[in-house]
């Protein structure tokens, strides 16, 4: 009689893998500080003040690619909307920036000074709790996370998929920027929140406060990755996969595939609203740009050339196509969406599995 072998449990990361993670955790969260704050100006190994934000900016964009990751490249969910989850938990943290300005506005009012100049005369209701930090901090992750929640179930429930489920998810979010360009939703209308001075009554353009959202952003996108990791080696992560291969087989296997997509999709859309909130105090502004069509197409970009199932590859692709993007805006303004697009293009028809991928075939030796 045969013996069954059940497969072993695998480890979260290798060895080498957790030599990586904690290489990654002393660069960003101890060397990057110290080349920022303690060393000279003048120095050539002083980080800049424009290389920090720059790169806490990607970190957040970053933070986005993984939740994709999980939902497009585990699970087979293609979203073209995920820029509304990232731009609900800016617009969350926004809010509270704002009621931390005080009378230091231009109108010297307790209100924000945009309602001041539309004649406003108190706060709408949905600023209710925008002045209390622990509020926004649920706010950030609750109010993107029960959007997808809502709109999921009807869309899972009703078994749309593949590239319908792509369409609707873009006009969620392009019916979203149109929503919160009007004036009288009390968002700001199309310039949004800037001009925030304080963040838990700390000055948030002080040197330590930048470094101090540098560090946390750094931890947040590391944590994240552990957190996406587990899950796709643990049983749930292992239906999601088969729910990508073959949902049909999943169904006659027994499970409902509603759960675990719906699941996913939440956990997905509350990890872009922190990254959006970790975003708004290191850019310093919000608006409804940030819910554009075009936004949640390039976190698709990013998975795609950093390479899909992989969880390293799209913060890869994140990296690798903002800094694209940093340089050639500047240098050549004109050619960049062409570049995007091209790149689009070519890593779909040539590179499949992303930079990632192809590193792995050449260490494989082609195989």
């Not at 996108?221 to 992560?237: D, E, H, Q």
Request: hydrophobic content about 55%; aromatic content about 14%.
């Amino acid at each position: 009689m045969s013996t069954l072998i059940l497969p072993t449990k695998a480890p979260l990361l290798t060895r080498k893998g957790w030599s990586a993670w904690l290489a990654a955790m002393v660069v960003l969260c101890a060397l990057a500080p110290m080349l920022n704050l303690w060393v000279a100006e003048g120095s050539v190994f002083h980080l800049s003040d424009f290389a920090v934000g720059l790169i806490a900016k990607i970190m957040c964009y970053a933070i986005c690619a993984l939740a994709m990751d999980l939902i497009w490249g585990y699970t087979g969910i293609l979203s073209l909307g995920h820029g509304v989850f990232f731009a609900l938990g800016g617009y969350a943290m926004g809010m509270y920036l704002m009621r931390q300005i005080g009378l230091d506005g231009n109108y010297k009012s307790e209100l924000p000074d945009f309602m001041v100049f539309l004649d406003w005369k108190t706060l709408p209701w949905h600023w209710t709790f925008s002045d209390s930090f622990i509020a926004t901090l649920f706010l950030v992750v609750a109010v993107p996370g029960l959007v997808a929640l809502v709109f999921g179930y009807f869309a899972f429930r009703s078994r749309i998929k593949g590239v319908y489920f792509s369409i609707i998810t873009q006009a969620m979010t392009f019916a979203a920027m149109l929503l919160f360009f009007r004036n009288e939703t009390g968002f700001g209308g199309n310039n949004g929140f800037t001009d925030f001075k304080r963040l838990l009554d700390i000055p948030i353009a002080t040197p330590s406060m930048r470094m101090t959202l540098f560090v946390l952003t750094a931890s947040t996108l590391l944590g994240f990755f552990l957190l996406a990791r587990w899950l796709v080696n643990s049983k749930f992560g292992r239906v999601l996969q088969a729910v990508r291969d073959a949902q049909s087989r999943v169904m006659f296997s027994g499970y409902s595939p509603l759960g675990y997509k719906l699941t996913i999709w939440t956990l997905s859309a509350m990890m872009c609203g922190v990254a959006g909130a970790l975003y708004v105090p290191q850019v310093g502004i919000i608006n409804p740009s940030e819910m554009s069509p075009a936004n949640s197409i390039e976190i698709a970009i990013w998975a795609a050339v950093g390479g899909r199932a992989t969880l390293i590859g799209p913060i890869v692709g994140a990296f690798l196509v903002n800094g694209a993007k940093s340089w050639l805006t500047v240098t050549y303004p004109e050619f960049w969406l062409y570049f995007l697009g091209a790149l689009f293009i070519g890593v779909t028809l040539y590179l499949p599995d992303g930079v990632v991928g192809l590193v792995k075939k050449l260490k494989g030796g082609g195989k």
